[in-house]
């Protein structure tokens, strides 16, 4: 007659070790590809999570001993939500605050990638001014 066992105590009894716990390695410096930047129109709302997301990334990377860059990325995200074509001075604010910590945080080890999250906040504040002025509609 057929016994049911467990795959478990099968392997115990045919003495292979049990699977170790699988060890997530440290992710790596992050990469930023400069056609994912560049192709996205960050006066949408998922292009501009996107880029936040990127700038997280190199954030958390580089500095992820400290707290305040989550809420300045928090207050970015939703500056952005509420920004439209024709007023989008909340994001301008958000923006620069952002910029101004990112820019402190700047030196020779990091400031490639720094400055490709300098160059994705700006994409993300001059595009709702850009849409406005193609749709023209009236500038700040």
């Given at each position: 007659m057929a016994k049911i066992i467990s795959l478990r105590e099968f392997a115990r009894s045919r003495g292979v070790p049990?699977?170790?716990?699988?060890?997530?390695?440290?992710?790596?410096?992050?990469?930023?590809n400069d056609s994912q930047v560049w192709s996205k129109d960050y006066s949408k709302l998922e292009n501009v999570v996107f880029?936040?997301?990127?700038?997280?990334?190199?954030?958390?990377?580089?500095?992820?001993?400290?707290?305040?860059?989550?809420?300045?990325?928090?207050?970015?995200?939703?500056?952005?939500?509420m920004a439209t074509p024709e007023d989008h001075t909340e994001?301008?604010?958000?923006?620069?605050?952002?910029?101004?910590?990112?820019?402190?945080?700047?030196?020779?080890?990091?400031r490639r990638n720094m400055f490709a999250a300098l160059l994705i906040l700006d994409l993300i504040e001059k595009a709702p001014g850009f849409k406005a002025q193609v749709m023209g509609l009236p500038q700040d």
């Open positions: 049990p699977p170790a716990a699988r060890e997530i390695p440290p992710d790596g410096e992050p990469y930023i880029g936040v997301l990127k700038i997280r990334e190199v954030l958390n990377y580089y500095l992820y001993y400290e707290d305040v860059w989550a809420y300045l990325i928090l207050n970015l995200l939703d500056a952005a939500a994001l301008h604010e958000a923006v620069a605050h952002l910029r101004n910590y990112i820019v402190q945080a700047v030196d020779a080890s990091n």
